[in-house]
Structure formats: C-alpha cells, structure tokens
C-alpha cells in the first residue's frame, strides 16, 4: 500500500514493483473508494488524474509519483441539441423512493433528484452521473447523454477509465439497450484520441 497527497488537480504515475492486482484502488482520506481500475500483467505502469487536493491510499505495492495535471486527450463532438434547459445552478434534492435509478433530472425546473443507491456510489461514479442528468437539459436521448457527460466529465479532471465503469457498473448490463450504451461510450473513448 503507499500514501500520497496531492494539493490540486494532478496527475499520477504509479509504477508497481511487485505482483500487479486485478483491480487497483485509491482511496481517499475518508476511506472511500476514489478511482478502480481492472488491470493485467501488461500494466507496469498507469497514470491516473487525480482531480482534487487530498490524501489517498492504494491497495498495491507501488511507487507514485505526482505530477502537473495531464488533461485529457480524448475529442469528443456534441451532437446538435435537442433542446435547451440551461441552468446556471441546478438544485439538487434527495428522494428517498426514488427507485430504478440514481438520479433524475427534472430540467424544465433546473432540479436533479438522487436515490438512496446514489449516495452509495464512489464520489468519481456520481460525478458521472450527474453530469449525465445535466446531459439530459439538452437531449432527451441517453446515449447522447452519455456523450454529453463524458465530455464534461473529462473537462473536470476525471478518468476515462472511471466514465465507463459509471455505466458498466450502475446500469442493468443484461439489457441489449445497456450494452449498446456502454459500447458506444467505449468507442468514443478508445476512438477519438490526438
């Protein structure tokens, strides 16, 4: 396990030296699940963003170093809009029947509700989300929420890695609708890199 702290935004170099685990983890000050990542032999060295100041621990025998923050190279077009919502400031409201899903955006209001199961989710995975919910004042497609999302997503400092792991590890990935989602998603991801 190694410790380290980062004061703003960052990026982070972790090179392991001993066996590489199945799922790498950080996790913040407060014991929380930060960032996941699936790994294989092949990943001796991963670089994660870091996206705000704080303390973390790991679950791997690695050495860190903390670097500038390395902002995301992945292009991602916007389809046109569907409609538009804007709101400067969304309100944000807990509802504990909300079942089905963890958040809903009701963007005529400019309001954004979340479940119970929300609160459950590491802090990066409901990021994703809500911006997601956001995605939804300018097109009534998930998809095209999805895309939305992501870009604002990764303009905020987080992980590709983690926008997928929004979708594959929250939705029913049963349903063909689902699996669709997460496809596409991960083409964007893995297609439209500088």
């Known amino acids: 396990m190694a410790n380290f702290t980062t004061y703003g ?5 972790v090179k392991f030296y001993n066996k590489i685990p199945n799922r790498y983890y950080i996790f913040d000050e407060y014991g929380k ?6 790994l294989t032999e092949n990943n ?9 100041a704080g303390n973390f621990t790991t679950n791997a025998d690695e050495f860190i170093t903390v670097g500038e923050f390395e902002k ?11 409609k538009n919502f804007f709101h400067k400031k969304f309100h944000y409201r807990f509802n504990p029947n ?10 005529k209001q400019g309001i954004i509700e979340f479940s119970p199961k929300f609160l459950s989710l590491p802090f990066p995975i409901r990021v994703f989300i809500l911006c997601h919910e956001i995605g939804h004042s300018y097109y009534h497609d998930e998809e095209k929420a999805d895309i939305f999302a992501t870009k604002l997503y990764l303009a905020k400092g987080y992980n590709s890695s983690m926008a997928l792991h929004s979708l594959t590890d929250v939705l029913n990935y049963d349903s063909g609708v689902n699996k669709e989602r997460v496809k596409k998603l991960f083409n964007i991801l893995n297609n439209y890199n500088d």
């Open 72 to 82: 995301s190279k992945v292009k991602i077009v916007l389809p046109p809009k569907e």
């Open 98 to 107: 909300l079942k089905g899903t963890p958040a809903r955006n009701f963007y």
């Open 33 to 38: 699940i930060y960032f996941y990542r699936d």
């Open 9 to 13: 935004k960052s990026t982070i170099t």
């Open 44 to 52: 001796k060295q991963i670089k994660v963003n870091i996206a705000r």
